[in-house]
């Protein structure tokens, strides 16, 4: 089970849990149908030092690429990625703890602990967490392997970033987050980020 911290701010901003044996081996059965699996309880996510967490739950590759999921962790008062959309992405929310503030279109939506939400594929999106206590979510992906695409930018483009103290803005590291935002469907609205910031009194 993966687990990264959002550490860039303006892209989005570890441990590994207890593992399923079922990894390295084959998931689908000869007809084309998924295998029966189990994914321990663990610790509950916290928000760690980069003030958003992720953790992978179930990869696509389990369940015949028909959906996958992460847990998430967002400390107070801070903002989520910029507003995007994905081409060919489903999203479903579930609230574990606190409650989400979520952008879809121009409407904003509390989504309070033990309700869910739905983002379809198209519509101008994001989340944050106005609220002084601590958002803990589960993230449901449908239609594509987003894990793959977080997998990517968290463990090989922002380590890069890092080791090479560049900025997302840097022509070599911009390449390959739009490489992958292209690979997988994505538009950024990273000028819409600030005004939420500065409505919602978020770090950002």
Known sequence: MKRR??????????????????????????????????????????????????????????????????????????????????????ELMYVIEGTATVLIGTEVYEIQSGAWNFRPRGIVHSFWNAHDTPLRFIDCFFNQNFEDYLDQLFHKIIPEMASKKLTPAALEIKKQIDALDKKFGITWFHNQRQ?????YRLNG
Request: aromatic letters at 6%; one cysteine or more; glycine letters at 8%.
């Open 195 to 199: 005004a939420i910031v500065d409505k």
């Open 5 to 90: 911290n959002f550490i860039c701010s303006g892209i989005m901003g570890g441990a590994t849990a207890a593992a399923l044996p079922i990894y390295g081996t084959s998931l689908i059965n000869q007809d084309g149908s998924s295998k029966p699996f189990y994914v321990a309880p663990r610790a509950p996510l916290t928000p760690g030092p980069g003030s958003t967490d992720v953790r992978t739950i179930i990869q696509s590759h389990q369940t015949n690429k028909q959906f996958s999921n992460i847990e998430v962790a967002v400390s107070p008062k801070q903002m989520g990625p910029s507003p995007h959309i994905h081409a060919d992405l489903d």
